[in-house]
């Protein structure tokens, strides 16, 4: 009797496991997401008869605005423009594929280019709601832009977090930008208004568009030219610094090269540099031109101007 029961209870707990399998098949498992967002994919486009434009089955839907705002971002272009690239690897598709960065290693697709960044990479569906699937908004952004982890010699990618948060720079000490430790998030810039196109505009950009700019959203003291003269001047010597600076290590490369041929011990030299380029690459990766962090970006670049001096008159 007693080994009965046992065969009873475990056959019920079978049950119950393969109709859960079941019904994680049925819903998708993750694609279920896709499905009851319904604005996570992109949609079937048709023609209106009557006007000849192309439209959605979601122009009625509340979203319509946000979705064609997504549309037209850098975000629903990720996997498409990285894969016009060539050289991508899982890695990238990690961040710039939605259906890479909810899947595991071993179940993720081939590469897509249809889906970048949809809905579900940020927000969650709830009983009533969307809700963001991190509650702190930096740590949302710089999941995916983030310039990981950070070795001398190697080029730096989208260093968004380590300028923003002022790290991450090898040899110099954390400058945080004053707007993060106050808990300003990337979103409050780049999504003004909760605009869906992922633009922070500055000021001379936003004159060109005839847009509010976002800077002086928080900025109302300065006069909208000055402080327009005041960002292209930041970001015009910002670049250009960057672009010398990249140069010049260049030119050391390639001597440093020559030297290695000829048999030379240029070692303690190649460190140096290595610490150097892969500092400057992270300024560059970080593409603001120096907007994210002034003043951690003026540190990186001024070190890096010393050390580089320094360095060419070191060459053999």
Known sequence: MGKNRVIIIVTAIISVLIAGVILFLIGGGNDLDYARLNVARPFDSRTNEASGEKTTSQDNDVHAPIIKQWEASSHAKAAESLAKTGGADDVCYSCHSADYFYKEVH????????????????????????????GDRIQLCTRCHTAGRIEPG????????????????????????????????????????????????????????????????????KKREDFAAEVDTLQKVTAERTGKLLGDLKYVRKRLQTAK????????????????????????????????????????????????????????
């Open 107 to 134: 179940q993720q697709p081939a590469p897509v280019t249809k889906n970048g960044i949809t809905c579900i990479v940020c927000h969650k569906l709830t009983s009533s709601s969307l809700v963001l699937v991190i």
């Open 154 to 221: 190697k080029e730096v990618r989208h260093s968004q977090a380590q300028i923003y948060l002022g790290t991450g720079a090898i040899d110099l000490p954390a400058i945080p930008n004053p707007k993060a430790e106050k808990g300003v998030a990337c979103s409050d810039c780049h999504m003004p208004n909760k605009s869906h196109e992922f633009r922070a505009l500055t000021p001379r950009e936003a004159e060109k568009e005839n847009r509010t700019a976002v800077c002086t959203m928080c900025h109302q003291d």
């Open 261 to 316: 041929e000829k048999g030379l011990n240029v070692k303690h030299i190649e460190k140096e540099y290595g610490v150097i380029y892969t500092n400057v690459t992270i300024v560059d990766a970080d593409k603001s031109k120096g907007v994210h962090n002034p003043e951690y970006v003026n540190l990186i670049l001024e070190d890096a101007e010393k050390r580089t001096e320094t360095l060419r008159k070191s060459l053999p």
